[in-house]
Structures are given as C-alpha cells and as structure tokens.
Nanobody, 115 residues
Framework: VQVVEHGGGLVQPGGSLNLSCSSS????????MRWYRQAPGKARELVAL????????NYADSVKGRFVILRDNDKNTGWLQMNSLKPEDTAVYYC?????????WGQGTQVIVSS
C-alpha cells in the first residue's frame, strides 16, 4: 500500500500551495485522509482531516479559514489547498490514510514559507 504526496516547495508569505495525496485506500467507503505537519524541533501535529464520504472535515485552529482539504474518491486522490501562508506554516507535511485501524503514511513533502 502506498501513500504518495506531491506539491511542496518554497513560497512567499501570503502565497498559496496545493498539496496532493494519492492512495488506493481512498475510496467512497474507506480511508480517512489526514494531513499532518512537523516543523523542526516540534511534534507532529494534525492539520486537517476528511472522512471517506467527504461530508466531514476538521481543521487545526491555526489553519482554519486558510486551508481547505478535499478529496476525489474516483481518482483515489485528495488535496490540501493552503492559502495565505505564513512563515509558521513551514514544515514537512505528511499525508496519512487511516484504514481499518491502521495508519499508512506518505514520505512527506517540504513546505517553506519565506521571503
């Protein structure tokens, strides 16, 4: 089973980035998609999640109103749209698939917000 992320990079404060995550685990009936991030010297934190049907989403307070999590089960893919980025959003972002009680992790993608 693979979880594959794409889309990190360097962006200026106030800019936007769109991360994608693909996995065969993301279907209409299965696979909660979660995005985590880990900044240097800090613990990994949950940024956003979306349930298999897409009906329920949840966000960390620090990203509410700026980030949007989406998924397309026909494509087994989800996205984390990040807007109004701040330097404190700098971190390695990880996609996670929670499937039948087991966590599957992507390799992580670096996001750097800097002028």
């Amino acid at each position: 089973v693979q979880v594959v992320e794409h889309g990190g990079g360097l962006v200026q404060p106030g800019g936007s980035l769109n991360l994608s995550c693909s996995s065969s685990l993301f279907t209409f009936n299965s696979g909660v998609m979660r995005w985590y991030r880990q900044a240097p010297g800090k613990a990994r934190e949950l940024v956003a999640l979306i349930t298999p049907s897409g009906e329920t989403t949840n966000y960390a307070d620090s990203v509410k109103g700026r980030f949007v999590i989406l998924r397309d089960n026909d494509k087994n893919t989800g996205w984390l749209q990040m807007n109004s980025l701040k330097p404190e959003d700098t971190a390695v972002y990880y996609c996670n698939a929670l499937y039948r009680g087991t966590d599957y992790w992507g390799q992580g993608t670096q996001v750097i917000v800097s002028s």
